[in-house]
């Protein structure tokens, strides 16, 4: 599965481009762990870098970065890969917290 597509990509606003809306700012895209409790919201989006800003629900719920290439390279508890939820709807992070 390609975990960004590039309409995908055109939807998520530049690194720093939502600084200050905090849990209002809209998550474009969810990754998650078929074989675990792992879950990223991408909100914003560096494709030089292929870096992204969102919320983290892992361990804990936490605001950070992340980048593709470690979602791409991450296996979960069963060796599956990271997978797109290709039915999300964007909306704002303080939906999952």
Known sequence: M????KEIEKKLPALQATEG???E????VKFFTPDSN???????YDPNEQLFYG???GFEKELGYFSLTELQQIRGTFGLPIERDMYFDPQ??????
């Open 21 to 23: 809306q905090y849990y």
């Open 92 to 97: 704002p992070i303080k939906n999952f917290m």
């Open 2 to 5: 390609k975990l960004l597509t």
């Open 38 to 44: 792992w879950t990223w919201y991408g909100v914003e």
């Open 25 to 28: 700012a809209v998550a474009q």
């Open 55 to 57: 919320l983290v629900d």
